[in-house]
């Protein structure tokens, strides 16, 4: 018994100083739980690929791997058994009778599909699932095939100094490659993977964090993209979770996503959520960039890293403004489209806005089940 506590200890590290956040006062329809499983429910009923024109998908892609992630999250935490097993049911299909629609693992938003087999094997023990999700994350720092000279050149330079070959420092990098590393520790336990990508995290960090704490989207398009800072907060957050206590990496990278939440907390606006450029006082309110700030301050007060005077006004704004954009279907609303990055204010002002767009549904899902997580 007590080496399964210290190995949770290791794993999960900080959860001894945690703090709760009492959800009594959302009830009705800002109750995290009914919240949660709308949208999960709206998840199984979806096609692949739904947030996409009708046609037929050539792959899983990275927004409805999230929206699957949290999906099984919240079924662990609220022990729900039975979309436990409709999401298992989704995941044996799909490799069954759709196998051709599993990403290959050659770029960053592809492998983080591994994220769910990791999380399947965790809730199902089913050792077909870690094999197949060991794949794709050991294939993330090894060599890949059919590459050009002039490719194996570059991906030797990065992997010799111990980074990804997919490292292209682009910021939602921070998220697709800590969330299927970070998984893969979850599950096996070895150091190799989460100290690999805490090094990562550390070195895109110090290349890309602006002074004030938040990311441009790239460096030739120096803007605070909402959705773009989103995954760097999150993928702090995920690391952090169960980065040890012991990792070089881990105070610097504490004092990151410390810088970056201090900013947030000053740009959130009056309605509760933030803009699509984040400090652009005329920019419309985005929801998944918002959730996922969201996200990251509740576990972020929820294990102690947060001063909860000065983080739970924040949440307690944000959550209620983000359930107000979610309708009856279990849809989300006012979604960024897929971005590419652009050295002009206006396109980002103008980008789509979109309803049940799995970029929006999967952070909803990841704040219900951090609401609803024990700390």
Not at 126 to 139: C, N, T, V
Request: hydrophobic share 40%; charged share 20%; with cysteine.
């Amino acid at each position: 018994m007590k080496k399964i506590v210290l190995l949770l200890i290791l794993i999960y590290p900080c959860c001894i100083f945690s703090q709760d956040i009492a959800t009594s006062k959302w009830t009705g329809s800002n109750n995290p739980e009914k919240i949660g499983l709308l949208v999960s429910n709206r998840f199984v009923e979806s096609p692949h690929n739904s947030f996409r024109p009708p046609t037929p998908p050539k792959s899983i892609t990275y927004p409805e791997v999230c929206a699957w992630y949290g999906a099984l999250r919240f079924a662990k935490v609220t022990n729900n058994n039975a979309l436990l097993n409709q999401l298992d049911d989704r995941f044996k299909h799909l490799i069954n009778n759709e196998s051709h629609l599993i990403p290959k693992p050659a770029h960053v938003d592809n492998t983080v599909f591994g994220a769910v087999p990791f999380e399947l094997f965790m809730q199902t023990k089913e050792k077909k699932y870690l094999d197949l999700a060991l794949q794709i994350a050991d294939a993330q720092w090894k060599m890949p095939e059919n590459v050009t000279p002039d490719q194996a050149a570059g991906y030797k330079t990065l992997l010799d100094n111990n980074l990804t070959w997919q490292t292209r420092y682009w910021i939602d990098d921070m998220f697709m490659i800590t969330m299927v590393q970070t998984q893969a520790y979850r599950a096996t336990a070895d150091r190799k993977y989460i100290d690999r990508t805490a090094y990562e995290m550390y070195v895109y960090l110090d290349t890309l964090q602006q002074a004030n704490g938040l990311f441009y989207h790239s460096p030739d398009a120096p803007y605070f993209w909402g959705r773009g800072n989103g995954w760097m907060a999150a993928g702090m957050t995920e690391l952090l979770i169960s980065l040890p206590l012991d990792n070089k990496y881990r105070t610097p990278i504490l004092a990151s996503y410390l810088r970056m939440m201090e900013s947030l907390k000053k740009y959130q606006k009056s309605s509760g959520l933030w803009g699509q450029l984040i400090d652009d006082k005329e920019a419309w309110d985005e929801t998944s960039g918002s959730a996922m700030f969201t996200y990251a301050m509740i576990v972020g007060l929820k294990r102690g890293w947060l001063n909860k005077e000065k983080y739970m006004p924040v949440i307690e704004k944000a959550w209620p403004a983000l359930v107000k954009h979610i309708n009856s279907d279990g849809d989300i609303d006012e979604v960024c489209e897929g971005t590419n990055r652009k050295n002009d204010r206006q396109y980002y002002l103008d980008r789509l806005r979109k309803v049940g767009d799995m970029h929006g549904q999967a952070p909803v899902l990841w704040c219900a089940a951090a609401l609803l997580e024990k700390p």
